[in-house]
């Protein structure tokens, strides 16, 4: 009998235990949701397509939270990069006007401004946290307007705070993403919507922004991680925009190859390949090579997690710096000397090329790394329009234009001036010469008989 009796008592201790350690944690959700909840921003952008082959201009749904006393938002690149205009709905359902103020596509991250002028409810401000402080299994909310349900909050934990994806992930508008930051990894509902709101922490401190959602699993999400989105809204307000150092190469990860390249466990950054024309090209690094020091300081990438830090290492020097590599080439060690160049924009400005049915868009340095273009000359075909004139004659996506007739474009303002001064009723077969892959093409544009054939439609 006394046994049960301190049986049925320890039952009600536990029982009373796990009930206050419950009310314990859902105060602690209230809290943090009524502190972030409030600078909760729901973004409707317009934004700007060209990938058709025409302009377009797309209305879609994302998420902010205000981060300034002035009403600096802070969201994704992919949200509001490309906006032509921006509708924000804030925590008490009133609409203002955003303008973009800039953004950086290799953190995913954008900065708009809240345009308060006929605004006169209160500016709610969210803090930042701390995400090098993250704990795996750590209580997390995701917040913002996924599918377009405004306001939503869901919860779940850190499912991991080191997921990387590669060097090569890209945004819809095609630039690369991901290479200088790791992602929080939550089991806390994102979906589409969700991108750019804040992951939040119990002390409702925002410590990640929502910026992928996949499609193909349940339970899956990333956040890009607030100490990275600190240093990139600063840079942002600051100089209006992220500047960036970049020598030409790429590594992968050593992990069981340190036996065959000579190097010690945890040692060493292994380049996989060298950009043309590249700094470390003209200061003679090759594919093979490990790094083992930069400017002295010992530098390693046995797993895919480490790279991003050593990009970032020789991102953060001033462009024009000179630094030291420490090499490791087969059995003997060398030392060069690299001159970084700043890198520049990822992708060029777009054109409509609407009387000729496709759109192009200026050349950049990077764009011609990759695209493994022999130079920036001309133009890039960024889509072309089914069925218009372009189509007809055989131009792709990729191709890059050389001429028009006998004009040769040098730039994006040099093929807008001769498109001009083409008079389309005077000229109804165009030519135009073409690089693809490598190889030249010829393509007759015939102008008046595709719009004819379309009209007859």
């Not at 909050?153 to 080191?162: E, F, Q």
């Not at 040099?414 to 083409?422: K, L, M, T």
Request: aromatic fraction near 8%; charged fraction near 25%; charge should be negative.
């Amino acid at each position: 009998m006394y046994r049960r009796i301190l049986f049925s008592i320890s039952i009600l201790i536990a029982t009373s235990l796990s009930l206050s350690a419950e009310i314990i944690q859902q105060q602690e959700i209230y809290k943090a949701r009524d502190k972030v909840l409030p600078a909760l921003v729901h973004i409707q952008p317009v934004i700007k397509n060209y990938n058709t082959g025409e302009l377009e201009k797309q209305a879609v749904i994302g998420s902010g939270v205000i981060f300034h006393k002035d009403g600096y938002v802070v969201t994704n690149y992919h949200v509001a990069g490309k906006a032509e205009r921006i509708i924000c709905t804030l925590n008490d359902k009133e609409l203002v006007p955003a303008e973009y103020i800039g953004g950086d596509p290799l953190t995913d991250v954008a900065v708009i401004k809240l345009q308060l002028d006929g605004y006169h409810g209160d500016i709610n401000i969210a803090e930042f946290g701390d995400s090098d402080s993250l704990q795996v299994g750590q209580f997390v909310l995701a917040m913002g307007s996924p599918l377009s349900l405004s306001r939503s909050v869901s919860a779940g934990v850190i499912s991991t705070r080191d997921r990387f994806f590669g060097d090569n992930v890209r945004l819809p508008s095609g630039e690369r993403t991901g290479i200088y930051n790791l992602w929080i990894q939550t089991d806390a509902a994102i979906n589409p919507g969700n991108s750019g709101g804040p992951l939040v922490d119990l002390n409702g401190r925002v410590i990640g922004i929502n910026s992928r959602a996949t499609m193909f699993a349940n339970n899956l999400g990333f956040a890009i991680p607030v100490n990275i989105v600190k240093e990139v809204t600063s840079a942002i307000l600051d100089h209006g925009g992220v500047i960036r150092s970049w020598i030409g190469v790429h590594c992968q990860a050593l992990q069981e190859m340190e036996q065959f390249f000579k190097t010690g466990r945890d040692k060493g950054v292994l380049v996989s390949s060298i950009d043309h024309g590249s700094p470390a090209e003209k200061s003679f690094l090759k594919a093979g090579d490990v790094i083992l020091e930069v400017d002295g300081k010992p530098v390693s990438a046995r797993f895919l997690e480490e790279l991003p830090a050593f990009y970032k290492t020789i991102a953060e020097y001033e462009p024009g710096s000179e630094i030291s590599l420490k090499v490791l080439r087969g059995d003997q060690e060398y030392t060069f000397k690299v001159i970084t160049n700043q890198l520049g924009d990822l992708q060029g400005e777009d054109f409509e090329v609407s009387k000729w049915d496709f759109t192009v868009k200026a050349i950049t340095g990077q764009m011609k790394i990759d695209n493994n273009l022999e130079d920036t000359v001309g133009v890039f075909v960024a889509g072309v329009k089914r069925n218009g004139a372009a189509d007809t004659g055989g131009m792709r996506r990729g191709d890059v234009i050389k001429k028009i007739n006998n004009i040769e474009p040098i730039n994006l303002i040099d093929f807008i001036a001769a498109y001009d001064n083409i008079d389309v009723d005077l000229n109804e077969k165009i030519l135009l010469t073409v690089d693809r892959n490598g190889s030249t093409r010829f393509i007759l544009l015939k102008l008046n008989q595709t719009a004819k054939e379309n009209s007859d439609e």
